[in-house]
Structure formats: C-alpha cells, structure tokens
C-alpha cells in the first residue's frame, strides 16, 4: 500500500499493516511460530529477539488493527480482559476512574474485585448524560472509561463530548469499542486517547480465538502500555494472530450482514406481543439515538429484549432456539444468544445491574450472518 494515500476501510481490512513474506512472497502473513529469534552479535537483531515481547505476525496484526482505528499505535493483547488490565496499571493507588453503570460484567468485575482492593476507586454513574461526568470529577481523578453501546443495553455515550471533559481536567479516555468495531465506529477520531476491543468479538469474527487490543496516538502513553504490556506479558501467540489477520479480511463485508440482519430482527422482536422492550440503538426513540446515528457508521447486530413474562418463560425462551446458539460471547459469524444476568452479568449485584436495565428476564442476541429468514423463524418458534 502507498503510505501517502488515504484508502478506503475495506482495502485497510485487507491490506493495511500486510506485507509479502520478503523469502517467499507468500501473500499471507507468515505464522512465526517460534520463541526467541537469532542475534547477530549481544545486543544486535533484526528487530526481533524474544517473542513475548514482539513477533512478526502480532506485528502484523497490530498496524492493521491500529490502521484500522486511524491510529498510530497498536497492542494486542492475549485477551480483552488483559488489555483492559494494562489500562487500569497507568494508575496508582489513590487515583479515581469514572466509568459507566451498564458495563461488561468481567470489567466490572475486574474493577472492583482486583483493582479496588489496591487502592483505585471506581464511580458507576449513568452516561446518558455526559455533562453529569464533571459532577464525580475531582482532584484524584485519572481515567474515563467507556463502554459505547455499551453491554448489554446498547447505551450510547456521546465520545466526542466525553472527550471534552477529559481533555480538561487532563484525564486519560479509553473507548471500549467492542460492539460498535472499527466498521462502525472510530472513537480516535472523536477525541478519545485509548480504544480497547476484545478483539475474540466482531474482528476476529470466527469464534475462534480469544484477543484483546489497545489503539492509540500519544507517543509517551504508547511507551508507558508497552512497557507494561511487555513486562506483565499478556500478549498473544502467533497463531491466534494469524487468526486475527484472517478474520479482518472480511470485517467490512461482515458488518454489512450483522447491520442488515440486527435491523430486520429489532423491527420483528418489538412488534412480537412477548417482548416487552426492544435495546437497538437504531430506534428513532432509543435514548441517545441522535448520537448515535451522528458517531456511528450503522447500529449494528447487538440487540437485547426484555420477555414479557417471568422468570421461567425467559429461560424457556432462550432454551429454545434451533439456530441462535445459547452460549456467552458475541460478534462472530454465528447467531448467539445470552441470558446476562446468569451469564455474562452474573458478577454484578443483582441490585446494580438492575439499576441499569439488566433485569433477569432480558436477553442479548448477538445476530450473525446466516439468512435473515431463518433466524426470524427461529425466534417466532422459540417466543410462541
């Protein structure tokens, strides 16, 4: 690719960060599958010395997914928990983090459970309103962490007005922006200083690997995640790299489907008398919609709906389906479906996690690529 030209993101899905092997021309990024590389004399090598700290295919993989972002950094890391991790190690103790109250149960999790008994104090507050972010802000305040929609009741949280808040109190903004992916969504772009994807989702694609990545601009914080990305060694091997690679190749051409298919599935569900409420961004009612329709390419395959019944009638539900696939995760190219209070939820109180809309008869269906009209038979078979 020429450095100089701007190009368009299916040919960045494609090309970007990729480079024919230099000893064959092999077209595909080579699986380096080795631990330690070969120097020529103590102190000097090619770039390459012990692979927990660089290998050539995660190389790869990084400038693509950094590419993909318009930014000019990438770290992949060995899960989406890890980079989360590596992000929450800039603080000390004493400092504060600001983050939302509808939130991936493993971040919170990790939140409260690991980092809040090392000192770092975490404030869930709802994001709606971004203007509400100065009231937590104060003089130990470090970090905004946010998640947009976030997970699992597609909130949309305006980024760019986020941004505003960060830069002046000098705080550090991270993106969680797993659901929407580099498709549909560009957080840098907006102001933000970090991006974090749990790249297992809509980029690898496949449910077949398990990746987390951080994108970046800023030199010196660039520094500071790759020392400790380096040090604490989370870092991914080189197969689930290639992995990576190949399911990028077709994100664009994927998101289409899982955009095209969410639509017709939220349209379907919110007209069906057993469904209570309907969570999908692209509703002209949905809270925040005019922001997201303005920060996002489209509204994506995440959708979440509330059972109009009890509790038994839910799990009836989402033990019914022939095509969705009840299982955790989301964003490959299978339909899933998940009961997050039980599942990927279960960590936060229940008392918590209603405040935000999780309540025990919601269900999350992360829509896939198969043919529209079989996945809309099978819910109308799994609701009747």
């Given amino acids: 690719m020429d450095s100089n030209k ?3 993101f ?12 230099p000893s064959t021309g092999a077209i595909m990024t080579p699986i380096y599958q080795t631990s330690t590389f070969v120097q020529e004399y103590p102190g000097k090598h ?3 010395a012990y692979a927990r700290g660089k290998n050539p295919t995660r190389a790869a993989l990084e400038k693509n997914i950094a590419a993909l972002e318009n930014a ?3 770290l992949c890391f060995s899960s989406g928990m890890g980079a989360v991790d590596a992000v929450i190690k800039l603080l000390k103790p004493g400092d504060e983090v600001i983050t939302g109250n509808d939130l991936y149960g493993g971040s919170y999790r990790m939140f409260t459970k690991v980092f809040e008994p090392l000192g770092i104090k975490f404030h869930f507050m709802d994001m709606h309103d971004a203007g509400n972010i100065k009231n937590y802000i104060n003089a130990n305040t470090r970090l905004l962490w946010v998640e947009t929609p ?8 305006d980024i760019a007005a986020c941004s505003a808040i960060a830069k002046a109190h000098n705080l550090i903004f991270a993106v969680d922006n797993t659901f929407a992916s580099p498709y549909l969504q560009n957080p840098i772009d907006l102001g933000a200083d970090i991006v974090m994807h749990s790249v297992t989702k809509y980029l690898g694609g496949h449910s077949d690997v398990i990746m987390g990545a951080l994108v970046l601009n800023d030199d010196k914080l660039y520094e500071r995640l790759a020392f400790i990305h380096n040090s604490c060694g989370a870092t991914p091997g080189p197969m689930d790299s290639f992995l990576v690679i190949r399911g990028i190749k077709t994100l664009h051409l994927r998101m289409q489907r899982h955009c095209e ?10 007209s069906h008398p057993k469904v209570e409420k309907v969570y999908w961004p692209g509703f002209e009612d949905h809270p925040n919609h005019h922001i997201a329709k303005k920060q996002m390419k489209g509204f994506g395959g995440m959708i979440s709906f509330v059972v109009n019944g009890n509790i038994n009638e839910t799990f009836r539900i989402a033990s019914s389906t022939k095509v969705f696939s009840l299982a955790e995760s989301l964003g490959g190219v299978e339909s899933l479906l998940n009961h997050p209070a039980t599942m990927t939820h279960a960590s936060i109180p229940k008392e918590e996690r209603e405040k935000a ?6 269900i999350r269906l992360s829509v896939g690529t198969e043919d529209i009209e079989d996945l809309i038979e099978d819910l109308k078979q799994a609701l009747n």
């Fill in 6 to 8: 701007k190009y368009g």
């Fill in 46 to 48: 090619k770039g390459y």
């Fill in 10 to 21: 299916g040919t960045k899905a494609i090309h970007a960060g990729m480079e024919p092997d």
């Fill in 150 to 157: 976030t997970n699992p009741t597609m909130q949309i949280v």
């Fill in 72 to 74: 000019k950094y990438g």
């Fill in 357 to 362: 809309g999780v309540v025990d008869n919601l």
């Fill in 261 to 270: 298919n969410g639509e017709k599935i939220a349209h379907f569900l919110r």
